[in-house]
């Protein structure tokens, strides 16, 4: 079994269902347990600006897919909850990326592991520190990630 987290993104219609469908799908897949989720985040939407607020959050699951196979599962719950690209960085029913996978890592255009601009985002380094406080990112502490993104962007933990 191998640990990886992924981050999840919705800003288009009933956000929390979307994400809480996700979840159930990731769920219902007989190689894949999520082990931990996040609280969700209301984030200030970055990239693209013109588009509604995201709720965002991360999960951390056990696997037996590879990666691409993961890769895969995720786009598939993607099309199920009929996402449309239509802009890059724009509004999307969900967004399902791979962060982490293990110490696995990876350059090729379709799998960039770990995730390119994941330590550039506070709407992914801040539910990723609330579940793995102790993950070092390439020998790095997360908690020293976080802080120097302190500021940047809004990221409002929902209660
Ligand atoms: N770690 C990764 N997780 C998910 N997709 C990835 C990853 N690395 C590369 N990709 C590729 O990126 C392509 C575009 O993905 P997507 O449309 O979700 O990008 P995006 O979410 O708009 O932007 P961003 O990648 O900046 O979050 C996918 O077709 C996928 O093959
Ligand atoms: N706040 C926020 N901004 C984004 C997001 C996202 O999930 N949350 N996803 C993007 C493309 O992946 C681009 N911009």
């Given at each position: 079994m191998a640990k990886a987290y992924l981050g999840l993104g919705s800003n288009i219609g009933d956000t929390k269902e979307h994400l809480d469908n996700a979840i159930d799908i990731l769920r219902s897949s007989?190689?894949?347990?999520?082990?931990k989720k996040s609280s969700y985040y209301k984030t200030e939407p970055i990239g693209y600006e013109n588009q509604d607020w995201f709720l965002n959050m991360v999960v951390e699951v056990e696997t037996t897919l590879e990666p691409k196979e993961l890769l895969q599962y995720c786009q598939l719950i993607e099309t199920q909850l009929k996402r449309?690209?239509?802009?890059?960085w724009g509004p999307r029913t969900i967004d399902i990326d791979i962060?982490?996978?293990?110490n696995y890592s990876s350059n090729q255009e379709s799998l960039i592991v770990p995730h390119p601009r994941m330590t550039e985002r506070a709407f992914v380094m801040i539910p990723l520190y609330e579940i793995a406080p102790d993950l070092l990112i390439k020998d790095v502490a997360i908690s020293e990630v976080v802080k120097q993104l302190e500021g940047l962007e809004t990221v409002i933990k929902e209660i």
């Open positions: 007989k190689d894949i347990v999520v082990l449309k690209r239509i802009v890059r962060l982490l996978y293990e």
